[in-house]
T-cell receptor, first 109, second 115 residues
Framework: KNEVEQSPQNLTAQEGEFITINCSYS?????LHWLQQHPGGGIVSLFM???GKKKHGRLIATINIQEKHSSLHITASHPRDSAVYIC???????????FGTGTRLQVFP | DTGVSQDPRHKITKRGQNVTFRCDPI?????LYWYRQTLGQGPEFLTY????????KSRLLSDRFSAERPKGSFSTLEIQRTEQGDSAMYLC?????????????FGSGTRLTVV
């Protein structure tokens, strides 16, 4: 079992829909990251969370430390949101990130 | 500052050849990380540096792989005697200290294809 699990693996949506991507992890963490990866390969950091909730534009990220679970929400989705969204955690006993396998999102007009 | 730069963006090489990739981190970042990402998977940790010191290496990093950060600025990742299984995206990231306050900045990656 991977230390970081994401669901769903693939997601399609119509423009305007509300999107939720889930991440569960099994290790103790100091922070959780949500990242966006476009087809060219480059990764952009969206959020870094250690508790609670953060919002940036149409993106909202939440984390429940007790349940070891985080969600990324996209409101009013748009075709330009199409990308792979990756959850990554930084565990207490290491300085490296442990990544989930990503959720491929396609938003159709 | 233009962020984390990786060179080349793409590399096609014949099996058995050696390849070297370069990563230029954000100038004030003292930590530099290398990750490898195969198709459909999340990135996997390879190694990281604090300044010029290599602090941790993954078991994924076989004897054919070597990484350096000689002056604590740019880093190189060399793969000797490449194999088809080395085909992947090699990602570099940098952070200020442990990334716990300001997070990490990623490069665009070097896509390696071994034919």
């Amino acid at each position: 079992k991977n230390e970081v699990e994401q669901s769903p693996q693939n997601l399609t949506a119509q423009e305007g829909e509300f999107i939720t991507i889930n991440c569960s992890y099994s290790v103790g963490i100091s922070a959780l990251h949500w990242l966006q990866q476009h087809p060219g390969g480059g990764i952009v950091s969206l959020f870094m969370l250690s508790s609670g909730k953060k919002k940036h534009g149409r993106l909202i990220a939440t984390i429940n430390i007790q349940e070891k679970h985080s969600s990324l929400h996209i409101t009013a989705s748009h075709p330009r949101d199409s990308a792979v969204y990756i959850c990554a955690v930084r565990s207490y006993n290491t300085d490296k990130l442990i990544f989930g396998t990503g959720t491929r999102l396609q938003v159709f007009p | 500052d233009t962020g984390v730069s990786q060179d080349p963006r793409h590399k096609i090489t014949k099996r058995g050849q050696n390849v070297t990739f370069r990563c230029d981190p954000i100038s004030e970042h003292n930590r530099l990380y290398w990750y490898r990402q195969t198709l459909g998977q999340g990135p996997e940790f390879l190694t990281y540096f604090q300044n010029e010191a290599q602090l941790e290496k993954s078991r994924l990093l076989s004897d054919r792989f070597s990484a350096e950060r000689p002056k604590g600025s740019f880093s190189t990742l060399e793969i000797q005697r490449t194999e088809q299984g080395d085909s992947a995206m090699y990602l570099c990231a940098s952070s200020l200290d442990k990334g716990q306050i300001y997070g990490y900045t990623f490069g665009s990656g070097t896509r390696l294809t071994v034919v």
